[in-house]
């Protein structure tokens, strides 16, 4: 799909890897619309596209309710157009192991509101936004483009049975969709990042960095960009679907 006028929604858009993302595509010519729960950072990420030349538009949303992503979705429609694309995006973490025990005793387990919030936000919002944007690209009788963002850790990691296990449902949701909506012309396809350089790693101690990048066989943490060159790969090649582009320096947990 050519980007030139198309309108391609990011859920959250307003920073890191969302923002990366909208300066990609917009520097190809694509209309974005930017959602995310922080109005604040979404009115300096539309702020910082417009310095670049790029038509973008806030909207706040929280994806995991039903209410705010319809009605995000219906304003993207009246205030741009019917979307051409989306970039299922918005993400969070709430780490800890299933059980914590010692000398035999169980001090600490995952607790039930971690688990749900991770998987509300992570797998829920990408349900809730891949349908309305389907409704939408079907409705507008144009062909379509889903990107989902999966993650290395869909294969399992150690304290995250949270976040491991929504985006592993985004892969398979994402070979689904691919089957399912092929007839209307849409295609649907997954990036799933390794270790990227964001907020969340530069919070982190020099030690457990200097640990985390060394098990990268390419010796760094990824780029915003090298995802963002990832997403737009999906976007544009037309004979991509239903497959999950692994992006991580060759690590494998």
Same mark, same amino acid.
């Given at each position: +799909?050519?980007?030139?006028?198309?309108? @391609?929604? @990011?859920?959250?858009?307003?920073?890191?890897?969302?923002?990366? +993302?909208?300066?990609?595509?917009?520097? /190809?010519?694509?209309?974005?619309?930017?959602?995310?729960?922080?109005?604040?950072?979404?009115?300096?990420?539309?702020?910082?596209?417009?310095?670049?030349?790029?038509?973008?538009?806030?909207?706040?949303?929280?994806?995991?309710?039903?209410?705010?992503?319809?009605?995000?979705?219906?304003? @993207?429609?009246?205030?741009?157009?019917?979307?051409?694309?989306?970039?299922?995006?918005?993400?969070?973490?709430?780490?800890?192991?299933?059980?914590?025990?010692?000398?035999?005793?169980? !001090?600490?387990?995952? %607790?039930?509101?971690?688990?749900? /919030?991770?998987?509300?936000?992570?797998?829920? #919002?990408?349900?809730?936004?891949?349908?309305?944007?389907?409704? /939408?690209?079907?409705?507008?009788?144009?062909? #379509?483009?889903?990107?989902?963002?999966?993650?290395?850790?869909?294969?399992?990691?150690?304290?995250?049975?949270?976040?491991?296990?929504?985006?592993? #449902?985004?892969?398979?949701?994402?070979?689904?969709?691919?089957?399912?909506?092929?007839?209307? #012309?849409?295609?649907?396809?997954?990036?799933?990042?390794?270790?990227?350089?964001?907020?969340?790693?530069?919070? +982190?101690?020099?030690? +457990?960095?200097?640990?985390?990048?060394?098990?990268? %066989?390419?010796?760094?943490?990824?780029?915003?960009?090298? @995802?963002?060159?990832?997403?737009?790969?999906?976007?544009?090649?037309?004979?991509?679907?239903?497959?999950?582009? !692994?992006?991580?320096?060759?690590?494998?947990?």
């Amino acid at each position: +799909m050519k980007l030139d006028n198309t309108v @391609i929604a @990011i859920t959250g858009g307003a920073r890191g890897l969302g923002l990366a +993302m909208a300066k990609r595509l917009g520097s /190809q010519g694509a209309r974005l619309a930017l959602l995310d729960m922080d109005g604040d950072s979404l009115d300096d990420a539309v702020s910082d596209l417009h310095a670049d030349g790029i038509e973008a538009r806030g909207f706040m949303v929280n994806v995991a309710d039903e209410a705010s992503v319809k009605q995000a979705f219906g304003d @993207i429609a009246t205030s741009l157009a019917p979307i051409h694309g989306l970039v299922n995006n918005a993400g969070i973490v709430k780490d800890g192991l299933l059980v914590k025990a010692k000398d035999g005793k169980v !001090e600490k387990t995952l %607790p039930l509101d971690k688990w749900q /919030q991770v998987i509300d936000v992570n797998l829920t #919002g990408v349900f809730l936004c891949g349908r309305e944007a389907s409704v /939408q690209m079907i409705e507008a009788g144009h062909r #379509g483009v889903i990107v989902n963002i999966s993650s290395i850790s869909r294969a399992g990691n150690m304290g995250q049975s949270n976040y491991a296990a929504a985006k592993a #449902g985004v892969v398979a949701l994402t070979t689904t969709w691919a089957s399912e909506l092929a007839r209307y #012309g849409i295609r649907v396809g997954a990036v799933a990042p390794g270790f990227i350089e964001t907020e969340m790693t530069a919070s +982190m101690r020099q030690d +457990m960095l200097d640990k985390l990048t060394a098990g990268v %066989p390419l010796g760094r943490l990824g780029d915003p960009q090298d @995802i963002a060159e990832s997403v737009a790969f999906v976007m544009t090649n037309d004979y991509f679907t239903g497959r999950v582009i !692994e992006c991580d320096g060759g690590l494998r947990l």
